[in-house]
């Protein structure tokens, strides 16, 4: 992409960040905003030289808040801030999640209530621009204000720590020399509004939106494929019964199927059909749109987030002063990724149901365990035990995590969203959820062709977009006709789930 994204703390979408997170898209601060970065941090001057107390200004931060240091000690505080915040715990955090750190910590600093040195904001453009990625740990924040991980990018401004430039993990110095960047000298505030933002947790929502919003699209296509192997009633995904309901998700789960489905066998009547599927499939596009509805939530205070301060003080340069703040409070985002990770725990369930359904001719109709050679060939009979696994780990992450909090620095800090943690485990269920819908597509797959050998004409009328769907990943997996390691099919259904492949299938079939 080309075009360059003009930041200026208030017009951030999402689809603007996925672009400058996945598609390396360039960014450039909005000059019209930096005499109001200048104005904010003017205040801060203004505030020291007449001696008033400023938390993180002229006094220490957390239980720290009354400990008071002279002008003279700026520049040495702020670099032992970063120093002594740089807390974080392996794993590192992906080359994407420190792009959406960079890039939302950037545009809500240019909100003007920071008081960062703009010349600190132009490293933030540059590192983006350039491939500058600080080696920032994924574990250790609590979600307010994500000090102990954002640090570590801090760490790199000041020329310290490892960075990934060019896909290779050097010392940040030496990417920055090899850039004709110096490291950046602090001053006032610098330090805190460097380390103290939200940005960390919220990254991680950046990758669950995106992450949950392709998971959506393909569950429902999965699920459609395998509507196909059962033989089931398209009834519970029309129009009207959905429409006269009024749940947004639900709506549009239900009409991404039709379309899916058009063309297929499954229009033409059929004696045999059941008159209801159980729930599992009868509800499924309700279901995944109880995930959307979740994830609109999300979406919608994660962009109000992105695109405001958090910063603690919070500069109100048109009064000339600071205010303390509770800004940094991030529940309402953290409660919706809580929601979320629900959600998805309960389409997990579904195509766990669906699995067990698939396999028994009570409901299909076809050989216990699809299998295409009774007793010769076993199948997807223990496979189960694979499936209830991964769903039980889904219920166990989908535990709250906002509740679970500790008080902490001497009791000043006796609050806690967990923003960061909720993220870190949802993104581990949509992960499981990857290799419990490549399963899926294994078991769809298998009794879609086994309906088709029934059939006299041995054809068998797929929808516009289940139809290139099976056919992408019969690429490669292959129709399961005598028993193998079925360890491989799963890694390999999984890779081309994550990769994209079967994405692509579908929204290439989708707009055909």
């Not at 200048?38 to 400990?67: C, E, I, T």
């Not at 995106?210 to 569950?219: G, N, Q, R, T």
């Not at 045999?272 to 509805?293: E, H, M, T, W």
């Not at 405001?308 to 002063?321: A, F, K, S």
Request: hydrophobic share 40%; charged share 25%.
């Amino acid at each position: 992409m080309d075009d360059i994204l003009l930041l200026n703390g208030k017009e951030l979408t999402l689809e603007d960040l996925f672009s400058v997170v996945y598609h390396r898209r360039k960014v450039k601060i909005n000059p019209e905003v930096i005499p109001l970065v200048d104005r904010a941090r003017q205040v801060l001057f203004d505030m020291a030289a007449s001696g008033k107390p400023v938390y993180g200004l002229n006094h220490g931060v957390g239980w720290n808040k009354d400990r008071e240091f002279s002008q003279d000690f700026f520049e040495q505080y702020n670099r032992n801030l970063i120093n002594s915040h740089s807390l974080g715990v392996a794993p590192f955090a992906s080359v994407e999640e420190v792009r959406a750190m960079m890039c939302i910590r950037l545009n809500t600093a240019l909100c003007g209530r920071t008081g960062i040195s703009s010349s600190i904001l132009k490293m933030y453009e540059e590192f983006l621009n350039r491939g500058i990625h600080p080696r920032a740990l994924r574990r250790g924040a609590v979600g307010e204000g994500d000090v102990s991980t954002m640090s570590l990018i801090g760490q790199a401004i000041i020329g310290q720590g490892e960075v990934e430039y060019h896909g290779e993990i050097v010392p940040a110095i030496d990417a920055l020399h090899a850039e004709g960047m110096e490291p950046a000298i602090l001053g006032p505030k610098d330090g805190l509004s460097i380390v103290s933002s939200n940005a960390q947790g919220e990254s991680m929502v950046v990758l669950l939106v995106k992450e949950v919003e392709d998971l959506i699209k393909l569950s429902n296509a999965v699920y459609c494929l395998h509507l196909e192997g059962l033989n089931g009633g398209l009834q519970p995904l029309g129009e009207r019964v959905n429409e006269v309901r009024g749940l947004p998700g639900q709506i549009h789960c239900a009409a991404e199927c039709r379309r899916f489905l058009e063309g297929s066998y499954l229009e033409q009547p059929d004696s045999k059909r059941a008159l209801q599927d159980p729930l599992s499939f009868r509800c499924a596009a309700a279901i995944n749109g109880s995930v959307y509805d979740a994830l609109d939530y999300v979406k919608k205070f994660l962009a109000l987030q992105i695109n405001r301060t958090d910063d603690n003080p919070c500069i109100l340069y048109e009064e000339g002063t600071t205010s303390v703040s509770p800004n940094f409070e991030v529940t309402t985002l953290s409660l919706g990724v809580d929601m979320l990770a629900s959600a998805l725990c309960h389409m997990s369930h579904a195509i766990t149901n669906r699995l067990y359904k698939i396999v028994d001719p009570g409901f299909t109709g076809l050989t216990r365990f699809l299998t295409p050679h009774e007793v010769k060939t076993i199948a997807f009979s223990t496979i189960q035990k694979t499936i209830a696994a991964l769903d039980a780990e889904n219920r166990w992450l989908s535990n709250t995590t906002t509740a679970d909090i500790t008080s902490f620095a001497n009791g000043i800090e006796d609050h806690a969203s967990n923003l960061p943690l909720a993220g870190l485990r949802s993104l581990r269920i949509v992960d499981n959820i990857r290799y419990m819908l490549g399963i899926e597509m294994m078991h769809a797959a298998q009794a879609v062709e086994m309906r088709r050998d029934l059939r006299a004409d041995n054809l068998l009328k797929l929808g516009k977009v289940t139809g290139p769907l099976k056919n992408a990943y019969r690429q490669t997996i292959l129709y399961y006709d005598t028993d193998r390691n079925l360890s491989i099919d799963i890694e390999k259904s999984y890779q081309v789930i994550k990769n994209g492949t079967l994405l692509k299938a579908v929204e290439e079939a989708e707009g055909a």
